[in-house]
């Protein structure tokens, strides 16, 4: 929050411009940098035009609350109001997004969506939006947990007219409205309904400040429901002792002031993201408060698509390993950090306020927010420099807070067919165990082919998909990654070798010429057309995987060569040491050998590399990759 003050103070403040010099000076303060010209531009516009319809409703005494943050969410509201129901005297805060919007129309497919001509591509709708916001802080906010009524939210657009804006009411809904510029009288109505004008609203915005990050009761009770009732997983052997030391482990910090962290190791489908879903969906159906996380925008977007996709509300308890960075300690009972092995040094980056920055790592952030934080990691899927997710790492910083760190590692898998064989023969293959390469020995569950040219594999993946298979192609990152183009344009076929050229995936969130966005690349069956890297590929599976091995892993003599320069992966900085980047190469490689369920077809752009691979491979292996 920048600025909390009654409304008609803020008025005042905003009328002789001291409100927008101490706004950008406490922006620049926070964030490090000064705002942008388009936010201060609203600060000195729509603030003003809020204030005077808090004044004309006779709302001088509210409480307004500027650039409101939502808990545990990089997200902001432009202000939420803080006072009392005129009616019930209950705590009341109306949500507002202020827009200086005039010329705006619904998407014509999607009416959640909206075109604005300043802006490149779709936005939300502002009542949409504004709804989100509302919902998601009863979600999370304990002082309103349990009680949405006392939220409401509003899109004003003060610039725009009731003509202008009429195709965006059409999703208005009881929890948000939109008003124009010159539906004010109807604005002042609104407050006048949920906001008293007998008392200050500090107490109110008070209340809110003070409510404690957690998800609500109803959420839980709502995600118990879809998450464990929506498929029952079936866990085995080892999953299950897991599942039950987690559960124990909260059992004990539920009767005691015990904290205890939890980890699971295994391989690529081993389960890790089973049990964490049934850990959640058994956590909710008990009422204990609970959060997944990952540091992966692609596992993350997935898991809330999967696990939500009837519930949107659900999804939000979804977060990133970088959403705790100011969350209480021992706020939630159990953290649940899946893909653990992509945990960083720190959580701040270039866009992290300066307010926020700290020396603290990202391990420490999650091991202090919850009284049970349960770490899920597979060390050999660590694939980028600073990634800090390993078994010692976890186990040191528990041992600085003196606290008991079991592990319980996964054996069996059920990725690549369930082939305990072929992931041996994978993980010797790049020398991340002792002994050297092995010489494929097919069983009857996993198939491994090699392609001679990267046209034969693509061609002998379309026949899989064509029998009803999912497939994808997948390469280590040897090639320049252009900028996505503009709509209308073709991508760039950056992936060259010989003749053949295909686009890297995509990696924004919007879908460009008939491509998914990023993190769907390896669940849409519109991502086969382009190749996957290791950032899109991990945490997924699929039924058939064609991997090419670039020059950056070359087989020179008895061994393996990396070559740093052939990378062009931007996470390899000049400091990134030799051995740090031979190891993450070499897992890179790992994570995309064991993406497929019934079969991998490899190739390597490197004559000699290739030739290698076919004495590996076998026989069985070597004839021509045909459909």
Same mark, same amino acid.
């Given at each position: 929050?920048?600025?909390?003050a009654?409304?008609?103070?803020?008025?005042?403040m905003?009328?002789?411009?001291?409100?927008?010099?101490?706004?950008?000076?406490?922006?620049?303060?926070?964030?490090?940098?000064?705002?942008?010209?388009?936010e201060?531009?609203s600060?000195?516009?729509?603030?003003?035009?809020?204030?005077?319809?808090?004044n004309?409703?006779?709302?001088?005494?509210?409480?307004?609350?500027?650039e409101?943050?939502?808990?545990?969410?990089s997200?902001?509201?432009?202000?939420?109001?803080a006072?009392?129901?005129?009616?019930?005297?209950?705590?009341?805060?109306?949500?507002?997004?202020?827009?200086?919007?005039?010329?705006?129309?619904?998407?014509?497919?999607?009416?959640?969506?909206?075109?604005?001509?300043?802006?490149?591509q779709?936005?939300?709708?502002?009542?949409?939006?504004?709804?989100?916001?509302?919902?998601?802080?009863?979600?999370?906010?304990?002082?309103?947990?349990g009680?949405p009524e006392?939220?409401?939210?509003?899109?004003?657009?003060?610039?725009?007219?009731?003509?202008d804006v009429a195709?965006?009411?059409?999703?208005?809904?009881?929890?948000?409205?939109l008003?124009s510029g010159?539906?004010?009288?109807?604005?002042?109505?609104?407050?006048?309904?949920?906001?008293?004008?007998?008392? =200050?609203?500090?107490?109110?915005a008070d +209340?809110?400040?003070?409510?404690?990050?957690?998800p609500?009761?109803? @959420? $839980?009770? &709502? %995600?118990?429901?879809?998450?464990?009732?929506?498929?029952?997983?079936?866990l085995?052997?080892?999953?299950q002792?897991?599942?039950?030391?987690v559960l124990?482990?909260?059992?004990?910090?539920?009767?005691?002031?015990?904290k205890?962290?939890?980890?699971?190791?295994?391989?690529?489908?081993?389960?890790k993201?089973?049990?964490?879903?049934?850990?959640?969906?058994?956590?909710?159906?008990?009422?204990?408060?609970?959060?997944?996380a990952?540091?992966?925008?692609?596992?993350?977007?997935?898991?809330?698509?999967?696990?939500?996709?009837?519930?949107r509300e659900?999804?939000?308890l979804?977060?990133?390993?970088?959403s705790?960075?100011?969350t209480?300690?021992?706020?939630?009972?159990?953290?649940?950090?899946?893909?653990?092995h992509r945990?960083?040094?720190t =959580?701040?980056?270039?866009y992290?306020? +300066?307010?926020?920055?700290?020396?603290k790592?990202?391990?420490?952030? @999650? $091991?202090? &927010? %919850?009284?049970?934080p349960?770490?899920?990691?597979d060390?050999?899927?660590?694939?980028?420099?600073g990634?800090?997710?390993?078994v010692e790492d976890i186990?040191?910083?528990?041992?600085?807070?003196?606290?008991?760190?079991?592990?319980?590692?996964?054996?069996?898998?059920?990725?690549?067919?369930?082939s305990d064989v072929?992931?041996?023969w994978?993980?010797?293959l790049?020398?991340l165990?002792?002994g050297?390469?092995?010489?494929?020995?097919?069983?009857?569950?996993?198939?491994?082919?090699?392609?001679?040219?990267?046209?034969?594999?693509?061609?002998?993946?379309?026949g899989?998909r064509?029998?009803?298979?999912?497939?994808?192609?997948?390469?280590?990152?040897?090639?320049?990654?252009s900028?996505?183009?503009?709509?209308?344009?073709?991508?760039?076929?950056d992936v060259?070798?010989?003749a053949? +050229?295909r686009?890297?995936?995509?990696?924004?969130d919007?879908?460009?010429a008939?491509?998914?966005?990023?993190?769907?690349?390896?669940?849409?069956?519109a991502g086969?057309?382009?190749?996957?890297?290791?950032?899109?590929?991990?945490?997924?599976?699929?039924?058939?995987?064609?991997?090419?091995?670039?020059?950056?892993?070359?087989?020179?003599?008895?061994r393996?060569?990396t070559?740093?320069?052939?990378s062009?992966?931007?996470v390899?900085?000049?400091s990134?040491p030799?051995?740090?980047v031979?190891?993450?190469?070499?897992n890179?490689?790992?994570?995309?050998?064991?993406r497929?369920?019934?079969?991998?077809?490899?190739?390597?752009?490197?004559?000699?590399?290739?030739?290698?691979?076919?004495?590996l491979v076998?026989?069985?292996?070597s004839?021509?990759?045909?459909?």
């Open positions: 929050m920048l600025f909390r009654s409304a008609k103070t803020v008025a005042v905003a009328l002789d411009s001291s409100l927008h010099l101490h706004l950008t000076e406490r922006f620049t303060r926070i964030r490090g940098y000064p705002p942008n010209a388009s201060a531009r600060w000195e516009r729509s603030i003003p035009a809020l204030t005077a319809v808090l004309d409703a006779g709302l001088g005494d509210v409480e307004v609350m500027l409101y943050a939502l808990p545990m969410s997200k902001r509201a432009d202000a939420v109001l006072g009392f129901h005129p009616r019930t005297g209950d705590p009341s805060y109306v949500v507002v997004e202020l827009k200086q919007w005039s010329d705006v129309v619904p998407d014509e497919d999607d009416p959640v969506l909206c075109h604005v001509p300043s802006y490149g779709p936005v939300l709708n502002p009542v949409e939006q504004v709804r989100r916001y509302c919902e998601y802080l009863t979600n999370f906010n304990g002082a309103v947990a009680h006392r939220v409401g939210g509003v899109a004003f657009l003060h610039n725009a007219t009731a003509f195709a965006l009411c059409e999703i208005e809904s009881e929890g948000a409205q008003f010159d539906a004010r009288g109807g604005f002042i109505d609104y407050v006048r309904a949920r906001l008293s004008s007998e008392c =200050s609203g500090a107490a109110a +209340a809110l400040l003070a409510g404690k990050s957690v609500s009761k109803q @959420l $839980m009770a &709502v %995600a118990a429901q879809e998450v464990r009732e929506r498929e029952q997983f079936v085995l052997d080892e999953q002792v897991a599942y039950r030391k124990s482990a909260v059992r004990k910090a539920q009767q005691s002031d015990h205890e962290v939890v980890v699971i190791t295994g391989g690529p489908g081993t389960g993201s089973v049990i964490a879903l049934s850990l959640l969906g058994e956590l909710y159906r008990r009422g204990i408060p609970a959060l997944h990952t540091g992966s925008q692609s596992f993350t977007k997935t898991m809330r698509k999967v696990a939500g996709a009837r519930k659900v999804q939000d979804f977060k990133y390993f970088n705790f960075m100011t209480e300690r021992n706020s939630l009972d159990v953290l649940v950090c899946d893909e653990a945990i960083r040094e =959580s701040a980056n270039r992290t306020p +300066a307010a926020r920055r700290t020396d790592q990202q391990i420490d952030e @999650l $091991m202090d &927010v %919850a009284k049970v349960v770490f899920l990691l060390e050999h899927q660590v694939v980028r420099p990634e800090m997710g390993t186990r040191a910083a528990a041992a600085r807070r003196g606290l008991n760190c079991p592990v319980v590692r996964l054996e069996s898998q059920f990725r690549c067919g369930g072929y992931l041996r994978v993980v010797r790049l020398g165990e002792p050297d390469p092995v010489v494929w020995d097919p069983d009857d569950r996993m198939q491994l082919l090699l392609a001679d040219s990267p046209e034969e594999m693509e061609t002998f993946l379309d899989r064509g029998q009803g298979y999912s497939a994808r192609m997948s390469a280590g990152y040897c090639w320049q990654w900028p996505e183009p503009k709509p209308g344009q073709p991508l760039p076929t060259r070798i010989g053949w +050229a686009p890297w995936n995509l990696r924004g919007r879908s460009v008939g491509a998914p966005p990023s993190a769907l690349w390896a669940t849409d069956p086969f057309g382009q190749i996957g890297c290791v950032y899109t590929a991990q945490g997924f599976e699929y039924d058939w995987s064609g991997v090419i091995i670039g020059p950056d892993l070359v087989w020179r003599g008895d393996w060569v070559d740093r320069t052939a062009k992966d931007p390899f900085k000049r990134t030799d051995a740090d031979d190891r993450l190469i070499r890179t490689y790992k994570v995309l050998l064991t497929g369920m019934v079969g991998t077809v490899v190739y390597s752009t490197d004559r000699e590399t290739q030739e290698r691979l076919r004495e076998g026989a069985s292996g004839v021509a990759v045909t459909a």
